[in-house]
């Protein structure tokens, strides 16, 4: 029993090493023809930085009710959005970065921390992080091809306000420079009447462009 127990756990083991191997040649692979979709000048990346990778994401953007001025109430986005980015292996979904929001506990020099934390992008594979801000964002727009579902989410240019390795020295994020959200789709403020307090959460879809600086 002790010597089948022990082959199993060693055939799971190198299961988990073959799939981890794959998941990563996939995301090297994809590293290598990442071309974003064109967007305005406004939310562009400026030159001198590549894309590298993408994920495709499925989140949740967070509103509350609150107090108008006029004396109503209105949904407001108070909570970041929140992700799980995925990219295609053999015909399934596999996940490869998680985006949420935590303290920047490695910021760049001139960065203040906020108290609320940054948005934040976490490997899934070698848990580096990037941390990032908004700089640009404009509503969707048919006539716009990275950003064509009106009435959606924002797509968003964000930059580095922070980068760290994995606790073994992974990278895969330490270089990212600017991070693109494009193809957005939901996510939008609700349109429902609602009771101060109240809170829901609005499912969304995106793609994140991940860029560095050429060197």
Known sequence: MNNQTITNARVRNVFAALVLACALGTVNHAMAQVTPPSVPDTIAVQAGNSPFLVGHAFGSQGYTCLPTSTGGTAWSPTA????????????????????????????????????????????????????????????????????????????????SVGNKKGPTGGNLLANTTFIQR??????????????????????????????RADH
């Not at 506990?105 to 908004?134: C, M």
């Not at 789709?185 to 879809?205: D, E, I």
């Open 80 to 159: 970041r959005p929140e992700a799980t980015l995925f990219t295609d292996l053999f015909g399934q979904q596999f996940q490869i970065i998680t985006h949420f929001q935590s303290i920047n506990v490695n910021p760049k020099p001139g960065i203040t921390v906020p108290l609320s934390g940054n948005a934040t992008w976490q490997s899934s594979f070698d848990s580096s992080r990037v941390w990032a801000v908004k700089v640009n964002g404009i509503d969707p727009s048919s006539e716009i091809e990275g950003c064509s579902h009106t009435g959606s989410i924002q797509c968003l240019l964000l930059q």
């Open 182 to 211: 494009l193809n957005t789709n939901g996510g939008a403020v609700p349109t429902s009447a609602c009771s101060v307090g109240q809170t829901q959460l609005v499912p969304y879809t995106a793609d994140y462009f991940f860029f």
